[in-house]
Antibody, heavy 118, light 110 residues
Framework: QVQLVQSGAEVKMPGASVKVSCKAS????????IHWVRQAPGQGVEWMGI????????IYAQKLQGRVTMTRDTSTSAVYMELTSLRSEDTAVYYC???????????WGQGTLVTVSS | QSALTQPASVSGSPGQSITISCTGT?????????VSWYQQHPGKAPKLMIY???NRPSGVSNRFSGSKSGNTASLTISGLQAEDEADYYC??????????FGGGTKLTVL
């Protein structure tokens, strides 16, 4: 069965960076793109970007350009999302989700809480 | 890209039908048939309920249906059940080659 398993919760100081991992299993890793989405406490869902595990190409949300980097490791079927220059507004649950086509997201990771606080 | 517009909350009694609207522009909903709907229970990851405007993934109840007219998409839940109480988000592809989500709608089953 398709599974996306994310790394554990993180607490970071303002200005620091965080790198969240998402390990895929149950399907051919390079056959589906992976989205990253985040959700601030009590707020809605925000799209962050997408990575193609096959060639590594990415598209990022304009709002996060310059601060976000998505990478992949085909040897371990994992994708990574790194966010730099963290501020309190980046406190959120970060999700990876498999692209299903038609720009839908059919399988989601369990989420990773990133807390930015001094 | 501005978020799609959803009502903050809707409610209904068990057995009734409700509809959640999602309004965008010709640059997103109106321009593509790439509208998705997600259900999210508290503390859980979102779950795909509808894709490509009106298609249900395998395993999703046929009580859930989607449609689109112009720049507005809709999610209808018929035969409302207590377990349907959750937050619902719409999403659409946009002319920016990226997706955008709605602000979310809290469904309360009375």
């Amino acid at each position: 069965q398709v599974q996306l398993v994310q790394s554990g919760a993180e607490v970071k100081m303002p200005g620091a960076s965080v790198k969240v991992s998402c390990k895929a299993s149950g399907y051919t890793f390079t056959s589906s793109q992976i989205h990253w989405v985040r959700q601030a406490p009590g707020q809605g869902v925000e799209w962050m970007g997408i990575i193609n595990p096959s060639g590594g190409s990415t598209i990022y949300a304009q709002k996060l350009q310059g601060r976000v980097t998505m990478t992949r490791d085909t040897s371990t079927s994992a994708v990574y999302m790194e966010l730099t220059s963290l501020r309190s507004e980046d406190t959120a649950v970060y999700y990876c989700a498999r692209a299903a086509g038609w720009w839908a997201m059919d399988y989601w990771g369990q989420g990773t809480l990133v807390t930015v606080s001094s | 890209q501005s978020a799609l517009t959803q009502p903050a909350s809707v409610s209904g009694s068990p057995g009734q039908s409700i509809t959640i609207s999602c309004t965008g522009t010709s640059s997103d909903i109106g321009g593509y048939n790439y509208v998705s709907w997600y259900q999210q229970h508290p503390g859980k990851a979102p779950k795909l309920m509808i894709y490509a405007v009106s298609n249900r993934p395998s395993g999703v109840s046929n009580r859930f249906s989607g449609s689109k007219s112009g720049n507005t998409a809709s999610l209808t839940i018929s035969g409302l059940q207590a377990e349907d109480e959750a937050d619902y988000y719409c999403s659409s592809y946009t002319t920016s080659s990226t997706p955008v989500f709605g602000g979310g709608t809290k469904l309360t089953v009375l």
